[in-house]
C-alpha cells in the first residue's frame, strides 16, 4: 500500500473555542476574555485557545501529506460535538486510525474514506478525526495522481473540472467597523459577518443590530470602488429568537424590515433562531423561508446551529427549510461529505455555503477550498482565524492558484 507510517504533531487553532452557552447567558467581556463560570462540559473557562492535531501520512517515496483536526468555536452547541480534546484524539488515532491508513489504497479516495471511517465500536468516529484524516487522504491521492485536490474531488464524484471562481465571505469578529473597513478595501464578495452573539450587540427589540446593518451599507457606498456591491451576511447566533421571540411570522416581520432598511443589498441572516431540535429547527425555518419568499423580501435565510452532519443537511434542504446551507466542515466530519453536502444542495436547488470555523488552520482552509471549487459552491468562508486579511489571503491565493492550474491544463488540452 501507498502509506508506509503515520505522524501525528500538536498544533493551534487560528482563534478560541467559546462556551456560547455561557456567553447566551449574559457573560460579560474583559478585553479578550469573558467572565464567569462556563456552562458548557469540557470548557474549563468560557474562552480557551483552540487546539489542533495534524495527522501526516508518510507516501511509499517519503512524501509527507498532511490534515489538521479542531473542533469549531462554539464546541457543543447546537447539536455539535464536544469540545476538542487532543489527548483523547491522538489516543484514537493512535489506536484505530494508524492501522486502518496503513491498509488503505490511498490513489482511491472515497474508498479510502469509507474504510478509515468505519464505526468503531459500533459508533461514529469523532467528527473532528474524520476532518483532519480526510484531508490527508486527498492531499495523498492528489499526489499519487500528480493532480490538484480539485481535480481528484471532480474525478471521484463524476464532475465537469471547474472554471468559475466561487465568491468569497468574510467574518469581521468583534473589531467590527476595522474590519469592514478592509473587506471594503478588498472588495470582498460578501461580508461583514458582524459577531451579532449577544444582547448587547443585538440591542432592545433588535436596534443595535439594525443601527449596524445600516451602517455597513452606508460605509460600502462611501470607501467602496465604484460599482462595488457585496451581498451582506449577518450571523445572528439566535438572537432574533432570543430577543424577539420564537413566532416565524414576527422573526419573518423583522427580518423585512431589517433588509427594507438596505434597499438594493441582499441581505443573508444566518441563525435567526434557535428553535432547540433538528426537527424544531426545520420546520420553523420552513416556514420563515416561505413567509420571506411569498413577500419577494431580498433577505435571505442561512442555516447553521441544528444542522451539522450530512444527513442533517439533507432534511433541511428536502424540506426548503433556509436559503443557503452552510456546510460546516469540522461539523460535517470527512471533507467528502462537504462535497456530498453542496451536490445534495444543489440537487435540491439550495445555496451550498461551504463554511467552517475560524478555529481552523491554513492546511484545512486549502482543503476547503479545493472542495469548493471542484463543487462549485455558491460561496465560501475566508479562514482560518478573524482577522480578515490572513483568511482573506489564505482562501483567495489558493483559489486562484487552484484556477490558474486548471486553465493551464484546460487551454492544453484544447490545444
Known amino acids: 500500500m501507498q502509506i508506509k507510517d503515520v505522524l ?6 487560528a482563534f478560541f473555542y467559546d462556551d456560547q452557552a455561557a456567553i447566551r447567558a449574559g457573560a460579560s467581556q474583559d478585553g479578550l476574555i469573558y467572565l464567569g463560570e462556563p456552562l458548557t462540559p469540557g470548557f474549563t473557562s468560557i474562552r480557551v485557545p483552540a487546539s489542533s492535531l495534524s495527522i501526516g501520512l508518510v507516501l511509499i517515496d517519503d512524501t509527507v501529506v498532511w490534515g489538521d483536526m479542531m473542533s469549531v468555536q462554539y464546541s457543543g452547541a ?31 479516495y472515497l474508498d479510502a474514506c469509507a474504510k478509515a ?19 490527508a487522504l486527498l492531499r495523498a491521492a492528489a499526489c499519487l495522481q ?13 464532475l465537469p473540472l471547474p472554471t468559475r471562481r466561487v465568491p468569497i465571505y468574510c467574518q469581521s469578529g468583534d473589531a467590527r467597523e476595522i474590519n469592514v473597513d478592509k473587506m471594503i478595501l478588498r472588495s470582498v464578495d460578501i461580508l461583514p459577518h458582524g459577531l451579532i452573539n449577544s444582547r448587547q450587540k443585538f440591542g432592545v427589540d433588535g436596534l443595535t443590530f439594525m443601527e449596524f446593518v445600516k451602517w455597513v451599507a452606508t460605509r460600502t457606498r462611501e470607501i467602496g470602488r465604484p460599482g462595488y456591491h457585496p451581498v451582506l451576511h449577518f450571523d445572528l447566533y439566535g438572537w432574533i429568537g432570543q430577543e424577539i421571540g420564537l413566532e416565524p411570522q414576527r422573526i419573518a416581520d423583522f427580518i423585512c424590515r431589517v433588509a427594507e432598511s438596505v434597499p438594493g443589498f441582499t441581505l443573508n441572516v444566518e441563525s435567526p433562531a434557535d428553535f ?22 431580498s433577505a435571505r435565510i442561512v442555516v447553521d446551529e441544528r444542522c451539522n452532519t450530512l444527513e442533517d443537511i439533507r432534511l433541511f434542504a428536502e424540506a426548503k427549510a433556509a436559503h443557503l446551507v452552510q456546510i460546516k466542515t469540522p461539523d460535517v466530519g470527512s471533507i467528502a461529505d462537504t462535497a456530498r453536502a453542496v451536490l445534495l444542495c444543489k440537487e435540491n436547488k ?17 482543503a476547503s477550498v479545493h472542495i469548493s471549487v471542484a463543487t462549485q459552491a455558491d460561496m465560501m468562508l475566508a479562514k482560518p482565524g478573524m482577522g480578515v486579511d490572513e483568511a482573506f489571503s489564505i482562501v483567495g491565493n489558493e483559489q486562484n492558484r487552484l484556477l490558474a492550474i486548471l486553465n493551464r491544463r484546460a487551454t492544453k488540452n484544447v490545444g
Open 78 to 108: 447546537g447539536g455539535r460535538d464536544p469540545l476538542f480534546d487532543i489527548k483523547q484524539i491522538a489516543d484514537l488515532a493512535a489506536r484505530v486510525m494508524v492501522p486502518r491508513l496503513l491498509d488503505a489504497d490511498a490513489s482511491r
Open 276 to 297: 432547540g431540535s433538528t426537527r424544531a429547527q426545520i420546520e420553523n425555518y420552513a416556514k420563515i423561508v416561505s413567509i420571506l419568499d411569498n413577500r419577494g423580501s
Open 350 to 366: 439550495i445555496g451550498a455555503y461551504v463554511g467552517g470555523s475560524c478555529t481552523e488552520t491554513d492546511l484545512s482552509a486549502h
Open 117 to 135: 471511517f468505519e464505526p468503531f465500536e459500533n459508533e461514529r468516529l469523532p467528527l473532528a478525526l474524520e476532518y483532519g484524516v480526510s484531508q
Open 8 to 13: 501525528l504533531a500538536p498544533g493551534s487553532g
Open 146 to 158: 500528480r493532480a490538484t485536490m480539485a481535480e481528484v474531488v471532480c474525478a471521484e464524484f463524476d
